[in-house]
Structures are given as structure tokens and as C-alpha cells.
């Protein structure tokens, strides 16, 4: 990533949001950052959860103890909105306890700054955070790109939590404005031709309870009532018990 000469000038327009309720804590972060990237500072957790949405900023440094809300809550909101998921958050607080750290961790931030902080460990913190970011969406418009080519998308069905997560390219394939609402099992159902549904329940059963491969075709109703026919490959991740857990797959338009 270092060596990547593509990045360096994004890095450098990079927008930071801070997030802290303490006037004194954004004067000196807005200092430290500031001669290096773009900031912006949100004073407490809902102001926090607008400027994320208005001004989609490529990381959040996020306090913890706020009053209006703690930022494990905001951290939480965040990460379950489809506009602001992929946004990397870094705690900035001064809560050291371990459980906290994990805590923190497991709601999905990509890091744990304790206060008083380093102006060197943070500097050095938040550009790798930063590089891995742009990295990542290099490498996710390239595969943007190389789906549409291919009429084909992906999607990761996370079972437990009921969601799922698709590509682009497949709320290009079903007719849907991209990323404005949260997919899950029944919205998929919902696309199918009425007289493939139940063909596509039991081929889901059947990889579910018989571990069968997933690879069929189907047809799909478009909002505007057209027609278009998919093959769907995938494949299940089960857990210890055999309980299935994640199913990752591809949707592709074969109606040609």
C-alpha cells in the first residue's frame, strides 16, 4: 500500500470526522489532524449520526462517554445503516477497561485509542486506517467494474442476523435503486417469479438441510414488470453444531 502512488494524493484529501463532547478534546484533535487531512467535528453522538450520513468522511474518530449517546451506540448505528457501515471508526476515549476495548472491537471499530493519547500512535494509527480504506475501495470499484461486465453480482446472506448484503451490480440486475434499503431473505423472495418461488425455497432448503450445491436458474420480476432469468451459484459456512451460519454467492443476468 505504501508503494501505491494512487493513493497518496486521496490521502491527503482524506475527510476525518471527530466525534467528542468536550469543546477542549475537538480543539486539539482538529489540531493534531488538521495539518494533515480534512476535518470535521460532530459535538455528541446524533450530530455524529447526520454528518456521517451527509458527509460520508472516510474515518471517524469516536468518543465514548457522551451523554445524549455513547459511542458504542452510535458505533452500532453506524455499522447498521447501509450508508455508513463501510466507514472505518477508531475509538478515541478514555474508558482503558479490557472489556470495553472488546466491547468496542466487537461492535465493528477498527481500532482502540486510549486518552491521553500520542500524537505520534495516533498520526500513525489513523493513516493506516486511512491507506486501508482506499485501498479497499480501489480494490471494490475494480470488482464493481469487472461485475458489470460480467452482469454478475455477489451477495453475503449472514443467516443469524437475517440480513444480507449485496453488490451493486445485483440492485442493477433486479431493478432496485443501489444501497437505499436493507435486503434480507423475504425482499429477495419477493423478486422472484411467483411460479419459481417455491423451486427457489426448496433449493435453499435443500442446501440447508442436505447440504445440497446451490446452482439454479430462475426468473425475476422487475419493478417495472419485466422479466430477466438469473443463475445463482453459492456456497454455506456451517458452524460447530452443523447449524448454517453465512451463505456467500453470485447472481448473473443470463436472460440473453
Not at 45 to 72: N, S, T, V, Y
Not at 107 to 132: N, W
Not at 175 to 181: D, I, K, M, R, T
Not at 202 to 210: H, I, P, R, T
Request: net charge negative; glycine share 6%; aromatic share 8%.
Amino acid at each position: 500500500i505504501d508503494d501505491n502512488p494512487q493513493l497518496l494524493p486521496n490521502i491527503k484529501q482524506a475527510l476525518i470526522l471527530i466525534v467528542d463532547d468536550h469543546p477542549a478534546n475537538l480543539d486539539l484533535l482538529g489540531a493534531v489532524l488538521g495539518k494533515q487531512y480534512k476535518t470535521a467535528i460532530a459535538k455528541g453522538g446524533f450530530k455524529a449520526l447526520e454528518m456521517a450520513r451527509e458527509k460520508r468522511p472516510d474515518l471517524i474518530l469516536l468518543d465514548i462517554m457522551m451523554p445524549d449517546m455513547d459511542g458504542f451506540e452510535v458505533c452500532t448505528k453506524l455499522k447498521a445503516s447501509p450508508e455508513t457501515r463501510d466507514i472505518p471508526v477508531i475509538f478515541l476515549t478514555a474508558k482503558v477497561e479490557t472489556e470495553d476495548v472488546i466491547q468496542g472491537l466487537k461492535l465493528g471499530a477498527v481500532d482502540y485509542v486510549t486518552k491521553p493519547f500520542r500524537k505520534e500512535e495516533l498520526l500513525a494509527r489513523v493513516r493506516t486506517h486511512l491507506k486501508l480504506k482506499l485501498a479497499e475501495d480501489m480494490l471494490k470499484q475494480g470488482l464493481a467494474e469487472a461485475q458489470h461486465i460480467a452482469q454478475m453480482g455477489s451477495w453475503v446472506w449472514e443467516i443469524e442476523q437475517k440480513t444480507i448484503i449485496w453488490s451493486d451490480e445485483i440492485y442493477r440486475i433486479f431493478g432496485l435503486p443501489q444501497q437505499e434499503f436493507d435486503v434480507s431473505y423475504e425482499t429477495f423472495l419477493n423478486c422472484v417469479h411467483p411460479d419459481d418461488r417455491g423451486f427457489v425455497i426448496q433449493a435453499v432448503n435443500d442446501a440447508f438441510g442436505k447440504k445440497k450445491p446451490y446452482s439454479i436458474d430462475h426468473r425475476i420480476i422487475l419493478p417495472d414488470g419485466s422479466e430477466r432469468i438469473v443463475h445463482e451459484e453459492a456456497k454455506l459456512s456451517f458452524d460447530d453444531t452443523g447449524t448454517p451460519i453465512r451463505m456467500l454467492g453470485t447472481t448473473q443476468d443470463i436472460t440473453e
